[in-house]
């Protein structure tokens, strides 16, 4: 990162020299419980901010602000750093990140698979309020209008794959290559993070392991980083980590896998297993860590379900392929029964997931399937009648190929054992929404609006799974360090005034699967850059976010 931090270092530590205290301070956070995001016992004092970074911290007696906040009783942490998000294009429609700020979260990360740039090329371009080209036009636009949190970029490998060969399945050919290796500089220079990948589906599952390699090598001599969603975390998933570990080895940069799971029925219980393969590796001395967030279902598409061949050409391709009679025997072959051998791995969300009753739509394009959302798969296929995969098939063609759906695949336990790694941290796979205004459509997954209360709500104060202290500091400080954020994330003099402040006795998530459009409680107040966004509960439509800057950013 590209950082200026001397003068503001100095300054900061005069604060603790004689008469300091007479200064006047912006903000002034008194008698907080503070957490300082390092994994320190937490200790009761005070914490000043001016210009927009901490002052100071710790006993300010005489201390003076223009806004003092009582924090009597309640935790004041560095703010939540979401080191797995999708909010590319919802802050665009929306920059106050209501659902996001209302958990104390001020940083959010994007990019996984599909990023907000490049944009053109070969890719089928589909209508949306798209005004840029690149990363330099994406963060131009989100500066313009004004953001209430700091975000943060990867470019996404099948983003950069679509730019260069549209919705075609590999490999590319060397022109094709080197291409892509330019947009990868191109996208470092302009301040993304790294590369991320998502594998799962297409297009990403035409993306073999050389062109990732290579992808990431062009993102190495930048600082980038390597955060991959996997190509399966069912049947696989052993072999898929030992991929993204060969990936990282190879091109020479750190690896975070996205959400570690064992999301297969057949698996559950063998995440002691998966821990020790990342942690063998890193015993070797290889960067690897992961994220996790804290629920037992995902969201993926309803789309997934069918096999990736299928998908070659994009929506419409598919669309039409699931309307000829002469393959729809091979499609409910590999559908009901998976393709054995796959090189690579196709993960199949149907089997799984193991049921029809396991898959909850989101949302729908279509008007007249409107009221199924938030019903789950089978209730659809009993409402519509016929064959399962007739209804499925109807469904797709019936809304542009495109269904989001939460899938309950995998298991509480392996969960807890997975968030309790050193090495795992926070993240939610979410997206910043309101329950009112242009973003709140559809039934979308809980973690959009509680993943952050409710490992402090249920893991911490209920379960007891994490201490209060290591929970932050998975949400901060460890999140940091893994994007070489070093401004960030720690309540230390000098560091940019990111704060949230919260109830460690009230703070929970109450969003469900039913009812997620429900913001969580206990959160009161959040700071962005030294000014509070939310004060008392309540968002201020303050929009002081900023662009975290990837380290090979070139102005």
């Known amino acids: 990162m590209k950082f200026v931090l001397c003068a503001a270092l100095c300054g900061a530590l005069s604060c603790f020299a004689p008469g300091a205290v007479a200064q006047e301070y912006d903000v002034l956070l008194r008698h907080g419980r503070i957490v300082d995001g390092a994994g320190n016992a937490s200790f009761l004092g005070d914490v000043a901010i001016l210009n927009g970074r901490i002052a100071a911290l710790g006993n300010l007696p005489g201390a003076k602000a223009k806004r003092v906040i009582d924090a009597t009783g309640l935790v004041v942490a560095p703010g939540f750093i979401d080191l797995h998000n999708h909010s590319d294009y919802s802050l665009v429609a929306d920059g106050n990140a209501q659902s996001m700020i209302r958990q ?18 070969n890719q089928d371009l589909k209508p949306g309020d798209v005004t840029w080209t690149d990363f330099k036009g994406y963060f131009g636009r989100l500066l313009q209008q004004g953001i209430s949190t700091n975000i943060g970029t990867y470019v996404g490998s099948s983003q950069i794959w679509t730019y260069v060969r549209g919705e075609k399945a ?15 500089t191109q996208a470092m220079e302009q301040g993304a993070l790294g590369v991320a990948s998502s594998l799962s589906g297409p297009p990403g599952s035409w993306i073999d392991t050389e062109t990732l390699v290579a992808m990431c090598k062009a993102a190495a001599p930048f600082g980038g980083i390597y955060s991959t969603h996997m190509r399966t975390e069912g049947q696989g998933v052993f072999e898929s980590v030992a991929e993204a570990i060969e990936i990282g080895r190879r091109a020479g940069v750190p690896v975070d896998i996205i959400h570690l799971k064992l999301a297969d029925k057949k698996l559950w219980g063998q995440m002691p297993e998966l821990v020790g393969l990342i942690a063998q590796a890193r015993a070797a001395g290889q960067d690897v860590t992961a994220n996790v967030y804290p629920y ?48 690579p791995p196709w993960y199949n969300h149907y089997t799984a997931t193991g049921s029809w009753e396991g898959m909850l739509l989101v949302t729908l394009s279509n008007p007249a399937y409107r009221k199924f959302e938030g019903q789950r798969m089978n209730q659809v296929i009993q409402a519509l009648g016929g064959d399962p995969l007739d209804v499925l098939f109807r469904v797709l063609a019936d809304n542009r190929g495109s269904v989001p759906t939460v899938y309950f695949h995998h298991d509480e336990n392996d969960m807890r054992f997975a ?11 979410g997206t910043a929404i309101a329950t009112e205004g242009p973003t709140a459509v559809g039934n979308p997954h809980p973690r959009y609006f509680g993943t952050f209360p409710r490992v402090l709500g249920r893991y911490v104060r209920e379960e007891k799974v994490l201490t209060l202290e290591d929970a932050i500091r998975k949400m901060t400080s460890a999140n940091a360090a893994k994007l070489h954020i070093w401004d960030r994330g720690l309540l230390r ?39 509070v966004v939310l004060d008392q509960g309540k968002h201020t439509g303050a929009r002081p976010g900023g662009i975290l800057y990837g380290q090979g950013y070139k102005p």
């Open 493 to 531: 003099p000098g560091m940019l005034a990111d704060v949230t402040v919260f109830s460690a006795e009230k703070i929970i998530d109450n969003a469900t699967y039913d009812k997620p459009m429900q913001y969580a409680s206990g959160v009161e107040y959040v700071l962005v850059n030294g000014r």
């Open 104 to 121: 104390g979260v001020t940083s959010m990360i994007f990019g996984e698979g599909g990023s907000a740039a490049p944009v053109g090329g």
């Open 296 to 343: 037992r279902a995902g969201q993926n598409n309803l789309a997934s379900i069918i096999p990736p061949w299928a998908h070659e050409g994009g929506d419409a391709a598919m669309i039409a392929r699931l309307k000829d009679p002469a393959l729809r025997a091979r499609l409910r072959d590999e559908i009901e029964h998976g393709i054995p051998g796959g090189s």
């Open 170 to 184: 590999g490999p590319p050919t060397a022109d094709e290559a080197r291409q892509m290796a330019g947009i990868v």
């Open 419 to 429: 968030l309790k790694q050193p090495f795992a941290s926070i993240g939610s796979d």
